[in-house]
């Protein structure tokens, strides 16, 4: 007979090698199938609720290695949820109206003015779909679980009802109001931008000074002093109606070459080096609050300037007195409101100068201020002209830069309920703990918020006019219009006229003679999305509000994180969530932004056809994903040979269970080795830290916790000692079975732990699993600590024996570096211990030559008996020879007593014992 075929080597169908990108489709199908993410609500149903809440992705494009990161973390935690305990449902969402799908049409040669508004938007909506059905392949090649079939759209008639309600309701508490105020504006959109819209990029810009000549000093100070001003907008100078002075600024007159100027005392030294004074002479003093209502005139324009008093001025930088311009900004709206300055904002929609900007009309803001500047050389009112960059808002989708223009706009007044949101942002819990004083400030610290835009593309504003222009939002228009669009969609405000909009019959004091004409702005789309815990979690019966969890990236604490919380404090009083967890972006393998002109972008599909999914899955394990994340094609090498490992592992398991029965051959814990037994401690704690991981969200703690135990406790140990048993005993042998035990033990609790990281990869082990019923591990839960007897004292012994062993095994590489033995199985190991040592070697059942992988070992003496040339330690000396005897063909252990067996005189007395009973038994 042929010995070696008397070996019980591992024998298993699980494949060596993954070839995930063909394998994973294959088990995607099968999913598909089974249904397999009904089976699993159906499974859970009944258990505590886990909702995570989606964000939606817009819907244009092929996803990005940042959605593959977001969606892959949010199928993390819900695959662990489901696992353990709670329900947990899974509703994927699509952000589907806006700029860039109009941009993507018009691309595409739609031409958008020789058609309705409802059939330009028809066109979006097939868009929008054709979108949504490419990204929700992608994302479901990765892997991710989830109602694809019934995701919550921001289009979908039902969704858009819903978001009328919330607008409704904010209206009804007195949120929603119009008014005429300066927003930021996109020339390059022709529409107003909410905050979360806008973007910081640097750009060149004219830095001018500029003398308004004082006509009407109020005895405080000379008519024909020069007031100076500082700006970057010169485009801005045709709207200013004034200028604000801090009240609690000293300000000086200063004389320069006949001329006279007033700027901040605090201001002159950089104002008097930048515009090349010699030597100004001060004058005058006074305080900024004397000033207040002197009156200037405009440098080229008939009109008055008037000085007012303004908090915002700063001595950062300028002059101490600040260009006003009501129609161009914030603080300057705010103060021209004060003084009653009124509102001029002489540019348009597309950022071109009007009739109100007198000879600059036609221009773009941009052109005019060449013009505007030379103009004001021409009147002898431009002290200097240089240039600067610096940062300056962008429109976020068309990365061309944004300016402040006053327009009407719909808004919500966030400073009527900003403590009810700023106690919502504290009762949250944040992960990381800085999202908390990130989003408490954005809140405390923003203005309202403009919610109207003026696009074709989205959910309209739904407000009728009256015949006096009075808008009219009431109880019952609102449920009429959402009723409407939950029949119809709200195309149907675009295809009717106003009446035919109304509640049949309605009548209002305001339009005596029944005619009344809608609004023609939709919502911002932050308030579409920002909508969806009413849409979604309040639509759907299967869902509730708050969710437990929002999960999106760090830039949606300006965006969705914010309007989520908005609307939501707004009509329930809460926050829509109990918490929320934010990553970060994902960059190349040098930390560089990814960019198709650099060339550095990395493709989930490329990645997924090239290595599979579940590699990218455990990419986003790896990396700490709180912080920017790094990827590239060197790293996920990295990544693919810890999956190599980590797949190995399986395999061995799976092959050495091989005729194991776990119904009839598991030993039960007390009457495993000690060796066993320590196995078990070492997987009760893999189990417990990494079930603690799950729950804290920590998965890169997970990648290495199950990677070390592999390599480790596994690998480097258990099971390179284990082979010599399983593979040469005989095959129902106590030791093998032992052995096999906690092999079997091993597998399920990897197979469970690794399923919602390596979601394919568990699945496909799973179905090779001996006397298991689940049909798949994600039908099961996550495992539980096995219960140990004496786990404290056996665990303390045998980390001292792991000790020990690394001594060990670090003089056998110095014996096999220095030609003394081949293999460890060559050597004889001596050791020489003190007490300590030698009683745990005493206490060792099982063999010591085993647990060395040597052929023969000896504990000699005390440490101070041991020879010249032992290798020393802190608690050992070890001496490594080679070994006495012969080598057995079956078991490849050196031993004397080879040949003892006249049968078979190539063998040890083991393998002759069981090749006895093994021939025996198959005669």
């Given at each position: 007979?042929?010995?070696k075929?008397t070996?019980?080597?591992?024998?298993?169908?699980f494949?060596m090698r993954?070839?995930?990108?063909?394998?994973e489709?294959?088990?995607?199908?099968?999913?598909?199938e089974k249904?397999?993410?009904?089976?699993?609500?159906?499974?859970?149903?009944g258990?505590?609720?886990?909702l995570?809440h989606?964000?939606?992705?817009?819907?244009?494009?092929?996803?990005?290695?940042?959605?593959a990161l977001?969606?892959?973390?949010?199928?993390?935690?819900?695959?662990?949820k489901?696992?353990?305990?709670?329900?947990a449902?899974?509703v994927?969402?699509?952000?589907?109206?806006?700029?860039?799908?109009?941009?993507a049409?018009?691309?595409?040669?739609?031409k958008r003015?020789e058609?309705s508004?409802?059939?330009?938007?028809?066109?979006c909506?097939?868009?929008?779909y054709?979108?949504?059905?490419?990204q929700?392949?992608?994302?479901k090649?990765l892997?991710?679980r989830?109602?694809w079939e019934?995701?919550?759209i921001?289009?979908?008639?039902?969704?858009e009802?819903q978001?009328?309600?919330?607008?409704g309701?904010?209206?009804k508490?007195?949120y929603?109001?119009?008014?005429l105020?300066?927003?930021y504006?996109?020339?390059?959109?022709?529409?107003?931008?909410?905050e979360?819209?806008?973007?910081?990029q640097?750009?060149?810009s004219?830095?001018?000074?500029?003398?308004?000549?004082v006509t009407?000093?109020?005895?405080?100070?000379?008519?024909g002093v020069k007031?100076?001003?500082?700006?970057?907008t010169p485009?801005t100078?045709?709207?200013?109606?004034?200028?604000?002075?801090?009240?609690?600024?000293?300000?000086?007159?200063?004389e320069?070459e006949g001329?006279?100027?007033?700027?901040?005392?605090a201001?002159?030294?950089?104002?008097?080096?930048?515009?090349s004074?010699?030597?100004?002479?001060?004058?005058k003093t006074v305080?900024?609050?004397?000033?207040?209502?002197i009156?200037?005139?405009?440098?080229?324009?008939?009109?008055?300037?008037l000085?007012?008093l303004g908090?915002?001025?700063t001595?950062?930088?300028?002059?101490?007195?600040?260009?006003t311009?009501?129609?161009h900004?914030?603080?300057?709206?705010?103060?021209?409101?004060?003084?009653g300055?009124g509102?001029?904002?002489p540019?348009?929609?597309?950022?071109?100068m009007?009739?109100?900007a007198?000879?600059?009309?036609g221009?773009f803001?941009?052109?005019?201020n060449?013009?505007?500047?030379?103009k004001l050389?021409?009147?002898?009112?431009?002290?200097?002209l240089?240039?600067?960059?610096?940062?300056y808002p962008?429109?976020?989708?068309?990365k061309?830069?944004?300016i402040f223009r006053?327009?009407?706009?719909w808004?919500?007044?966030?400073k009527?309920?900003?403590?009810d949101?700023?106690k919502?942002v504290?009762?949250?819990?944040w992960?990381p703990?800085?999202?908390?004083?990130r989003?408490?400030?954005?809140?405390?610290?923003?203005?309202?918020?403009?919610?109207?835009r003026?696009?074709?593309?989205?959910?309209?504003?739904?407000?009728?006019?009256?015949?006096?222009?009075e808008?009219?939002i009431?109880d019952?228009?609102?449920e009429h219009?959402?009723?409407?669009?939950?029949?119809?969609?709200s195309n149907?405000?675009?295809?009717?006229?106003?009446?035919d909009l109304l509640?049949e019959?309605f009548?209002h004091?305001?339009?005596p003679?029944?005619?009344?004409?809608?609004?023609?702005d939709i919502?911002?789309v932050?308030?579409?999305?920002?909508?969806s815990?009413?849409?979604?979690?309040?639509e759907?019966?299967?869902l509730q509000?708050?969710?437990?969890?929002y999960?999106?990236?760090?830039?949606?604490?300006?965006g969705?994180?914010?309007?989520?919380?908005s609307?939501?404090?707004?009509v329930?009083g809460?926050?829509?969530?109990?918490?929320?967890?934010?990553h970060?972006?994902?960059l190349d393998?040098?930390?560089?932004?990814m960019s198709?002109?650099?060339?550095?972008v990395?493709?989930?599909?490329?990645?997924m056809?090239?290595?599979g999914a579940d590699?990218?899955?455990?990419w986003?394990?790896s990396?700490?994903?709180?912080s920017?994340?790094r990827v590239?094609?060197p790293?996920l090498?990295?990544?693919?040979?810890?999956?190599?490992?980590?797949?190995?592992t399986?395999r061995?398991?799976?092959?050495n269970?091989?005729?194991?029965?776990?119904?009839?051959?598991?030993v039960?814990?007390?009457?495993?080795?000690?060796?066993?037994?320590?196995m078990?401690?070492?997987?009760?704690r893999?189990?417990k830290n990494?079930?603690?991981?799950y729950d804290n969200y920590?998965?890169?703690n997970?990648?290495?916790?199950?990677?070390?135990f592999c390599?480790?406790?596994?690998?480097?140990?258990?099971?390179d000692?284990?082979?010599?048993i399983?593979?040469?005993?005989a095959?129902?042998?106590n030791?093998?079975?032992?052995?096999?035990?906690?092999?079997?033990?091993?597998?399920?609790?990897?197979?469970?732990?690794?399923?919602?990281?390596?979601?394919?990869?568990?699945?496909?082990v799973?179905?090779f699993?001996?006397?298991i019923?689940?049909?798949?591990v994600q039908?099961?839960l996550?495992?539980d600590?096995i219960?140990?007897e004496?786990?404290?004292?056996v665990e303390?012994?045998?980390?001292?024996f792991m000790?020990?062993?690394?001594?060990?095994?670090?003089v056998?590489?110095?014996?096999?570096?220095e030609?003394?033995i081949g293999?460890?199985?060559?050597?004889?190991v001596?050791v020489?211990v003190?007490?300590?040592g030698?009683q745990?070697?005493?206490?060792?059942?099982?063999?010591?030559?085993q647990?060395f992988i040597?052929?023969a070992?000896?504990v000699?003496?005390?440490?101070?008996?041991?020879p010249?040339d032992?290798?020393?330690?802190e608690?050992?000396?070890?001496v490594?020879t080679?070994?006495?005897?012969?080598t057995?063909?079956?078991?490849?252990?050196?031993?004397?007593?080879?040949g003892q067996?006249?049968?078979?005189p190539?063998?040890?007395?083991r393998?002759?014992?069981?090749i006895?009973e093994?021939?025996?038994?198959?005669?």
């Amino acid at each position: 007979m042929e010995y070696k075929d008397t070996l019980l080597m591992p024998k298993t169908e699980f494949p060596m090698r993954g070839n995930l990108p063909k394998r994973e489709p294959e088990i995607q199908s099968a999913w598909n199938e089974k249904n397999m993410y009904q089976k699993v609500q159906e499974h859970t149903n009944g258990r505590p609720l886990f909702l995570l809440h989606d964000g939606p992705p817009y819907a244009n494009g092929d996803i990005h290695m940042g959605h593959a990161l977001n969606k892959i973390l949010k199928d993390f935690i819900v695959r662990y949820k489901s696992m353990s305990g709670f329900h947990a449902p899974y509703v994927p969402g699509w952000d589907t109206h806006g700029l860039p799908i109009e941009t993507a049409l018009t691309k595409k040669g739609v031409k958008r003015k020789e058609m309705s508004v409802a059939e330009f938007r028809k066109l979006c909506e097939e868009y929008a779909y054709e979108q949504i059905d490419n990204q929700r392949e992608q994302f479901k090649r990765l892997g991710v679980r989830g109602d694809w079939e019934n995701p919550y759209i921001t289009l979908k008639p039902e969704y858009e009802a819903q978001q009328i309600k919330v607008f409704g309701e904010m209206a009804k508490k007195g949120y929603i109001y119009k008014g005429l105020k300066p927003v930021y504006w996109s020339p390059s959109s022709e529409s107003a931008l909410a905050e979360a819209e806008i973007e910081y990029q640097d750009k060149r810009s004219a830095s001018i000074y500029v003398g308004f000549e004082v006509t009407d000093g109020k005895g405080v100070i000379e008519e024909g002093v020069k007031i100076v001003i500082w700006t970057t907008t010169p485009w801005t100078i045709p709207a200013n109606l004034g200028i604000a002075v801090h009240p609690n600024l000293t300000y000086v007159v200063v004389e320069v070459e006949g001329a006279k100027y007033l700027v901040a005392e605090a201001l002159l030294e950089s104002v008097a080096n930048t515009v090349s004074w010699e030597g100004p002479k001060v004058v005058k003093t006074v305080q900024g609050s004397e000033l207040e209502r002197i009156v200037a005139k405009h440098p080229f324009i008939d009109r008055e300037s008037l000085l007012v008093l303004g908090e915002h001025v700063t001595t950062d930088a300028g002059t101490g007195c600040v260009h006003t311009a009501p129609g161009h900004g914030e603080d300057d709206f705010i103060i021209g409101q004060k003084y009653g300055l009124g509102v001029l904002c002489p540019v348009d929609e597309k950022g071109v100068m009007t009739e109100e900007a007198g000879e600059f009309a036609g221009l773009f803001y941009d052109e005019a201020n060449k013009a505007i500047t030379e103009k004001l050389q021409e009147a002898g009112a431009l002290l200097k002209l240089s240039f600067i960059t610096h940062s300056y808002p962008h429109d976020w989708r068309t990365k061309k830069p944004t300016i402040f223009r006053a327009t009407a706009q719909w808004f919500a007044s966030i400073k009527d309920f900003r403590q009810d949101l700023l106690k919502a942002v504290e009762e949250t819990k944040w992960v990381p703990a800085w999202g908390e004083t990130r989003l408490f400030n954005m809140v405390r610290d923003r203005g309202d918020w403009c919610i109207s835009r003026q696009r074709a593309w989205g959910v309209p504003i739904p407000v009728f006019y009256a015949e006096n222009g009075e808008p009219i939002i009431t109880d019952e228009t609102i449920e009429h219009v959402s009723s409407l669009f939950r029949e119809h969609g709200s195309n149907v405000w675009f295809e009717r006229d106003a009446k035919d909009l109304l509640p049949e019959g309605f009548s209002h004091a305001d339009s005596p003679n029944g005619i009344f004409t809608k609004e023609t702005d939709i919502m911002d789309v932050w308030f579409d999305s920002g909508s969806s815990h009413q849409a979604v979690l309040v639509e759907r019966e299967d869902l509730q509000r708050p969710a437990d969890l929002y999960l999106e990236g760090s830039d949606q604490y300006r965006g969705w994180f914010n309007s989520s919380l908005s609307t939501s404090v707004a009509v329930s009083g809460k926050a829509p969530y109990k918490g929320v967890l934010s990553h970060g972006f994902a960059l190349d393998g040098e930390g560089r932004k990814m960019s198709k002109s650099i060339g550095n972008v990395v493709v989930p599909a490329k990645v997924m056809n090239q290595l599979g999914a579940d590699i990218l899955r455990l990419w986003v394990a790896s990396v700490d994903y709180q912080s920017d994340v790094r990827v590239s094609d060197p790293i996920l090498k990295q990544v693919a040979e810890v999956y190599r490992k980590i797949r190995n592992t399986f395999r061995f398991l799976l092959g050495n269970l091989d005729g194991f029965h776990p119904e009839t051959d598991k030993v039960a814990y007390k009457d495993l080795r000690e060796v066993d037994q320590f196995m078990f401690i070492k997987l009760n704690r893999l189990v417990k830290n990494v079930k603690q991981a799950y729950d804290n969200y920590e998965f890169a703690n997970i990648y290495h916790l199950v990677n070390n135990f592999c390599t480790l406790d596994l690998s480097a140990f258990y099971l390179d000692y284990a082979k010599d048993i399983l593979y040469c005993e005989a095959p129902d042998s106590n030791e093998r079975r032992a052995i096999q035990t906690v092999l079997y033990e091993s597998l399920l609790v990897l197979a469970k732990l690794v399923s919602p990281i390596l979601s394919h990869t568990a699945d496909e082990v799973w179905s090779f699993v001996p006397g298991i019923t689940e049909e798949s591990v994600q039908l099961t839960l996550m495992p539980d600590e096995i219960k140990v007897e004496n786990a404290q004292a056996v665990e303390e012994k045998w980390n001292a024996f792991m000790s020990l062993r690394n001594d060990v095994l670090k003089v056998l590489e110095v014996a096999r570096n220095e030609k003394v033995i081949g293999k460890s199985l060559n050597a004889k190991v001596t050791v020489y211990v003190n007490g300590a040592g030698r009683q745990l070697l005493d206490s060792i059942q099982e063999n010591l030559e085993q647990l060395f992988i040597v052929s023969a070992f000896e504990v000699a003496g005390n440490l101070d008996a041991a020879p010249e040339d032992a290798l020393k330690f802190e608690n050992a000396a070890i001496v490594v020879t080679k070994a006495e005897g012969e080598t057995c063909e079956r078991c490849w252990n050196v031993t004397e007593d080879v040949g003892q067996v006249e049968e078979h005189p190539t063998l040890c007395s083991r393998c002759a014992s069981v090749i006895e009973e093994h021939y025996s038994m198959n005669q």
